[in-house]
Protein backbone atom coordinates (compact mmCIF):
# COMPACT_ATOMS: atom_id res chain seq x y z
CA UNK A 1 0.00 0.00 0.00
CA UNK A 2 0.95 3.56 -0.69
CA UNK A 3 1.89 5.37 2.25
CA UNK A 4 3.44 8.93 3.30
CA UNK A 5 4.76 9.63 7.05
CA UNK A 6 4.15 13.04 9.14
CA UNK A 7 6.33 13.07 12.01
CA UNK A 8 4.31 15.09 14.60
CA UNK A 9 7.74 15.17 16.49
CA UNK A 10 9.29 17.14 13.34
CA UNK A 11 6.79 19.08 11.61
CA UNK A 12 5.73 22.55 12.91
CA UNK A 13 2.31 21.79 11.46
CA UNK A 14 1.54 18.04 11.30
CA UNK A 15 -2.09 18.81 10.43
CA UNK A 16 -1.40 21.39 8.00
CA UNK A 17 0.90 18.77 6.17
CA UNK A 18 -1.77 16.08 6.48
CA UNK A 19 -4.55 17.76 5.08
CA UNK A 20 -1.84 19.13 1.92
CA UNK A 21 -1.96 14.96 1.51
CA UNK A 22 -5.57 14.45 1.33
CA UNK A 23 -6.00 17.17 -0.88
CA UNK A 24 -3.08 16.51 -3.33
CA UNK A 25 -4.73 13.13 -5.01
CA UNK A 26 -8.21 11.26 -4.91
CA UNK A 27 -9.13 8.97 -1.93
CA UNK A 28 -10.04 6.83 -0.34
CA UNK A 29 -7.30 7.64 2.40
CA UNK A 30 -6.64 6.45 5.83
CA UNK A 31 -4.66 8.23 8.53
CA UNK A 32 -2.67 6.06 11.15
CA UNK A 33 -1.91 7.52 14.29
CA UNK A 34 0.52 6.16 16.58
CA UNK A 35 -0.33 7.50 20.34
CA UNK A 36 1.39 7.43 23.42
CA UNK A 37 -0.11 9.10 27.03
CA UNK A 38 1.33 13.06 26.73
CA UNK A 39 1.99 15.01 24.03
CA UNK A 40 1.04 12.65 21.08
CA UNK A 41 -2.34 12.55 22.89
CA UNK A 42 -2.50 15.93 23.38
CA UNK A 43 -1.82 16.74 19.77
CA UNK A 44 -3.20 13.50 18.21
CA UNK A 45 -7.19 14.92 19.85
CA UNK A 46 -7.74 17.80 18.21
CA UNK A 47 -6.33 16.95 14.89
CA UNK A 48 -8.23 13.77 14.60
CA UNK A 49 -11.33 16.10 16.11
CA UNK A 50 -11.08 18.45 13.25
CA UNK A 51 -10.09 16.12 9.92
CA UNK A 52 -12.99 13.85 10.62
CA UNK A 53 -15.01 17.39 10.84
CA UNK A 54 -13.68 18.13 7.23
CA UNK A 55 -13.33 14.62 6.07
CA UNK A 56 -16.09 12.73 6.86
CA UNK A 57 -15.17 9.81 4.82
CA UNK A 58 -11.82 9.54 5.80
CA UNK A 59 -10.92 6.24 8.15
CA UNK A 60 -8.94 7.15 11.55
CA UNK A 61 -7.07 4.25 13.18
CA UNK A 62 -5.28 4.41 16.06
CA UNK A 63 -2.47 2.39 17.68
CA UNK A 64 0.10 2.90 20.45
CA UNK A 65 0.04 2.72 24.57
CA UNK A 66 -2.50 4.88 25.17
CA UNK A 67 -5.62 3.23 22.58
CA UNK A 68 -4.49 -0.05 23.87
CA UNK A 69 -4.99 0.37 26.93
CA UNK A 70 -7.83 3.00 26.67
CA UNK A 71 -10.37 1.29 23.73
CA UNK A 72 -13.62 2.21 24.53
CA UNK A 73 -12.64 5.73 25.95
CA UNK A 74 -10.85 6.06 22.28
CA UNK A 75 -13.46 4.66 20.38
CA UNK A 76 -16.14 6.82 21.72
CA UNK A 77 -14.33 9.81 20.91
CA UNK A 78 -16.68 9.53 17.77
CA UNK A 79 -13.62 10.03 15.35
CA UNK A 80 -11.59 7.01 16.05
CA UNK A 81 -12.70 4.15 13.83
CA UNK A 82 -10.45 1.24 14.52
CA UNK A 83 -7.74 0.56 17.31
CA UNK A 84 -5.06 -1.76 16.17
CA UNK A 85 -3.95 -3.39 20.03
CA UNK A 86 -0.39 -3.76 20.62
CA UNK A 87 2.01 -5.33 17.80
CA UNK A 88 -0.16 -3.67 14.93
CA UNK A 89 2.38 -4.74 11.81
CA UNK A 90 -0.04 -7.69 10.82
CA UNK A 91 -3.15 -6.95 12.16
CA UNK A 92 -2.76 -3.87 10.12
CA UNK A 93 -2.21 -5.43 6.70
CA UNK A 94 -5.00 -7.61 7.53
CA UNK A 95 -7.80 -4.61 8.22
CA UNK A 96 -6.65 -2.99 5.22
CA UNK A 97 -7.32 -6.43 3.27
CA UNK A 98 -10.43 -6.63 4.72
CA UNK A 99 -12.01 -2.61 4.22
CA UNK A 100 -11.15 -3.11 0.45
CA UNK A 101 -11.60 -6.51 -0.31
CA UNK A 102 -14.35 -7.32 1.98
CA UNK A 103 -14.08 -10.07 4.63
CA UNK A 104 -14.68 -10.15 8.76
CA UNK A 105 -12.72 -7.99 10.93
CA UNK A 106 -14.07 -9.98 13.60
CA UNK A 107 -11.06 -12.87 12.17
CA UNK A 108 -8.57 -9.96 12.44
CA UNK A 109 -6.91 -10.79 15.44
CA UNK A 110 -5.40 -7.50 17.42
CA UNK A 111 -7.74 -5.27 16.30
CA UNK A 112 -10.79 -3.02 18.29
CA UNK A 113 -13.75 -1.54 16.88
CA UNK A 114 -17.56 -0.28 17.27
CA UNK A 115 -20.19 -2.89 15.70
CA UNK A 116 -24.03 -1.74 16.49
CA UNK A 117 -23.20 0.91 19.29
CA UNK A 118 -21.14 -1.91 21.39
CA UNK A 119 -17.37 -2.21 21.17
CA UNK A 120 -15.82 -5.47 19.61
CA UNK A 121 -12.54 -6.31 20.90
CA UNK A 122 -11.10 -9.64 18.40
CA UNK A 123 -8.64 -12.17 19.94
CA UNK A 124 -5.39 -10.90 21.08
CA UNK A 125 -2.75 -11.17 18.66
CA UNK A 126 0.59 -13.45 18.98
CA UNK A 127 3.54 -11.68 18.80
CA UNK A 128 5.37 -11.90 16.08
CA UNK A 129 9.09 -12.19 15.92
CA UNK A 130 10.57 -9.44 14.75
CA UNK A 131 13.43 -11.18 12.50
CA UNK A 132 9.93 -11.93 10.25
CA UNK A 133 9.76 -8.85 9.16
CA UNK A 134 11.48 -6.11 7.20
CA UNK A 135 14.25 -4.22 7.76
CA UNK A 136 13.01 -0.20 9.04
CA UNK A 137 12.00 1.66 5.88
CA UNK A 138 14.89 4.29 6.71
CA UNK A 139 15.05 5.56 2.99
CA UNK A 140 11.33 6.55 3.64
CA UNK A 141 12.62 9.61 6.40
CA UNK A 142 14.82 12.35 5.94
CA UNK A 143 17.12 10.96 8.19
CA UNK A 144 19.16 13.68 8.91
CA UNK A 145 16.93 15.08 11.27
CA UNK A 146 17.06 12.14 13.20
CA UNK A 147 20.54 11.91 14.33
CA UNK A 148 21.23 14.23 17.27
CA UNK A 149 24.39 14.74 19.02
CA UNK A 150 24.11 13.24 22.48
CA UNK A 151 26.85 12.34 25.02
CA UNK A 152 27.93 9.04 22.73
CA UNK A 153 28.29 11.38 19.40
CA UNK A 154 27.82 13.68 16.79
CA UNK A 155 25.52 11.83 15.18
CA UNK A 156 23.35 9.37 17.43
CA UNK A 157 20.56 7.43 15.86
CA UNK A 158 18.41 5.68 17.74
CA UNK A 159 16.62 2.01 17.70
CA UNK A 160 13.60 -0.81 18.86
CA UNK A 161 15.40 -4.34 18.59
CA UNK A 162 12.96 -6.53 20.47
CA UNK A 163 9.09 -6.22 21.42
CA UNK A 164 7.83 -6.38 25.26
CA UNK A 165 9.47 -7.51 27.83
CA UNK A 166 9.19 -10.70 29.56
CA UNK A 167 8.80 -9.29 33.56
CA UNK A 168 5.33 -8.73 35.23
CA UNK A 169 5.59 -5.42 36.49
CA UNK A 170 2.55 -3.64 37.57
CA UNK A 171 3.42 -0.05 37.17
CA UNK A 172 4.25 -0.29 33.90
CA UNK A 173 2.15 -0.37 30.43
CA UNK A 174 4.34 -2.56 28.34
CA UNK A 175 2.74 -6.18 30.08
CA UNK A 176 -0.97 -4.71 29.47
CA UNK A 177 -0.21 -3.74 25.73
CA UNK A 178 1.75 -6.67 24.56
CA UNK A 179 1.38 -9.08 27.46
CA UNK A 180 4.40 -11.12 28.84
CA UNK A 181 6.55 -11.97 26.42
CA UNK A 182 10.16 -10.86 24.50
CA UNK A 183 11.31 -11.45 21.23
CA UNK A 184 14.38 -9.65 19.40
CA UNK A 185 16.22 -9.32 16.76
CA UNK A 186 19.25 -11.76 16.38
CA UNK A 187 22.80 -10.24 16.57
CA UNK A 188 23.51 -10.92 12.89
CA UNK A 189 20.23 -8.60 12.26
CA UNK A 190 21.02 -6.53 14.63
CA UNK A 191 24.42 -6.10 13.98
CA UNK A 192 23.52 -5.28 10.09
CA UNK A 193 21.31 -2.55 10.91
CA UNK A 194 23.59 -0.39 12.54
CA UNK A 195 26.19 -0.85 9.99
CA UNK A 196 23.40 0.45 7.49
CA UNK A 197 22.96 3.05 9.82
CA UNK A 198 27.27 4.05 9.75
CA UNK A 199 27.58 3.46 6.31
CA UNK A 200 24.46 4.99 4.59
CA UNK A 201 23.57 7.51 6.89
CA UNK A 202 27.23 8.42 8.94
CA UNK A 203 25.37 7.48 12.37
CA UNK A 204 28.67 7.60 14.85
CA UNK A 205 26.51 6.56 17.90
CA UNK A 206 23.07 4.68 18.35
CA UNK A 207 20.88 4.69 21.10
CA UNK A 208 18.90 1.43 21.95
CA UNK A 209 15.57 2.05 23.20
CA UNK A 210 13.99 -1.43 23.38
CA UNK A 211 11.98 -1.67 27.00
CA UNK A 212 14.49 -4.41 28.07
CA UNK A 213 17.88 -4.25 25.87
CA UNK A 214 20.11 -6.49 28.05
CA UNK A 215 17.33 -9.94 28.58
CA UNK A 216 19.15 -12.16 27.13
CA UNK A 217 22.89 -11.51 27.96
CA UNK A 218 24.26 -14.13 25.57
CA UNK A 219 22.68 -12.07 22.44
CA UNK A 220 23.96 -8.61 23.93
CA UNK A 221 27.24 -10.58 24.22
CA UNK A 222 27.22 -11.66 20.78
CA UNK A 223 26.11 -8.61 19.46
CA UNK A 224 28.82 -6.96 21.25
CA UNK A 225 31.53 -9.19 19.78
Known amino acids: HPYQIVDGNIEQSPLRRIEEILQS ?3 PH ?10 QLAQAVPHCGSLRAAYPDLTIVWGGYFPSMHPETTLRSGYVDYIVLGQGEATLL ?15 DGLCYLEGGSIRRTRPRTLIDPNTLPMFP ?10 GRTFMGARTACHHSSVACPFPCSFCAVIKVYGRGWLAETPERLERTVRHLRDTYRADAVEFYDNNFFTKETRTAEFAE
Not at 30 to 39: A, R
Not at 94 to 108: D, M, T
Not at 138 to 147: Q, V
Open 25 to 27: DAG
Open 30 to 39: MLLCTVMPGP
Open 94 to 108: ELLAVLAGGGSLGAV
Open 138 to 147: YHRLRMDRYL
